[in-house]
């Protein structure tokens, strides 16, 4: 029995963050130790319902659910629901957990958990950085307690999703992300945490054909194909799981469709989450990363050194290559055949 990957996850349970989560108790080859709530999508306790709800639907009520920060280190909270719908899962309505989160704060589970489990956990980060950032303060050891961290967020060489230069979970807490970036710096060589970034995320676009595919997958009825010209419209789907994504989903179509983007949604979340699994399905490049804090125009701006200039060591391995056809593939097959089951 190949080992599974045993992992700690921080959300900010939005529309991508969901998909993930569904993958990740769709996939056989993890095991969810526990679950940390962030402020960004939507506050912190939208994000830990949410993500309570999407847990209880795919079996894994058992799973420790922590709650973060309320909001960043410094800056206001700012979030998104716009974006991710006024509740963060769009048009979905989930039902609502009736179980009770930890009783201890997101930062002490990454600290109490990677202690007890050292050199077993990988950390996945798809939210803001704030509770990595403030378990770090509590155990400066946390790098090399962990296995790996995968995180997704910051852009390089392209443009940002917040503001022209920023990354929407840098942006939220950029003093948290130099934080961890900074602390990354002594992690040995091959450990550099793992930093899925605009620049490929936002090839993984789903499209209508994917949502299909996934009801088809899992003998959900009807197959709906989603389109611009049905806002609003709610599934029909059989299948609970593929019902309530699909009614996520198409909220995040409508927004890309209204930025200019397409009748299409970035999937940054579960494509990291994958990377978590299957590190195999990027081509990586070694950088030392650290986030402009004073600029005016460019504050939260994720910065690579590629070349020494800075004469520091790498903290990231940053994705720069992938096949999104075949992660979408994975994706559809893994969760489409694991709400089947449920
Ligand atoms: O910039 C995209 C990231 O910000 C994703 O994690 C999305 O869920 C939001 O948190
Ligand atoms: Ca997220």
């Not at 595919?213 to 059989?238: M, Y």
């Not at 903290?315 to 709400?339: C, K, M, Q, R, S």
Request: aromatic share 6%.
């Amino acid at each position: 029995m190949p080992s599974r990957t045993r992992l700690i996850v921080d959300v900010d349970t939005g529309i991508d963050d969901s998909l993930a989560l569904v993958y990740l108790a769709a996939s056989a080859d993890a095991e969810v130790v526990a679950v940390c709530c962030t402020a960004g999508n939507v506050p912190t306790a939208q994000v830990t319902r949410n993500t309570l709800a999407w847990l209880d639907m795919c079996g894994l009520s058992g799973v420790e659910v922590a709650v973060g920060a309320d909001g960043p280190l410094v800056a206001p909270l700012m979030t998104t629901e716009d974006t991710h719908g006024p509740l963060g899962v769009g048009y979905a309505e989930l039902p609502q957990s009736s179980r009770a989160v930890s009783t201890r704060s997101a930062a002490h589970a990454w600290v109490e958990l990677a202690r007890e489990n050292p050199g077993e956990l990988v950390g996945l980060v798809t939210g803001p950085m704030t509770n990595l950032a403030l378990a770090l303060r509590l155990e400066p050891e946390l790098p090399t307690l962990l296995k790996r961290v995968v995180i997704m967020g910051g852009s390089f060489d392209h443009p940002g999703n917040t503001t022209p230069t920023s990354e929407w979970n840098v942006a939220v807490d950029p003093e948290s992300a130099k934080e961890v970036f900074d602390a990354f710096e002594s992690v040995p060589a091959g450990r550099e945490p793992i930093v899925c970034a605009l620049g490929l995320t936002e090839r993984i676009e789903m499209h209508p054909a994917h949502v299909a595919r996934l009801a088809e997958i899992s003998g959900s009825v009807p197959v709906e194909s989603l389109s611009i010209d049905d806002r609003g419209r709610r599934s029909q789907a059989s299948v609970p799981i593929v019902r309530h994504l699909t009614d996520a989903v198409r909220f995040y179509m409508e927004f890309h469709h209204a930025q200019g983007e397409g009748y299409l949604a970035h999937m940054h979340d579960p494509f990291a989450a994958a990377v978590a699994l299957h590190p195999e399905m990027a081509e990586y490049a070694l950088a030392t990363v650290d986030v402009e804090l004073t600029g005016t125009l460019t504050r939260g701006t994720t910065v690579a050194d590629r070349r020494g200039f800075w004469n520091r060591r790498p903290n990231a391995a940053i994705a720069v290559a992938t096949d999104p056809e075949a992660f979408f593939d994975h994706l559809l097959e893994t969760v489409g055949t694991f709400a089947a089951t449920r």
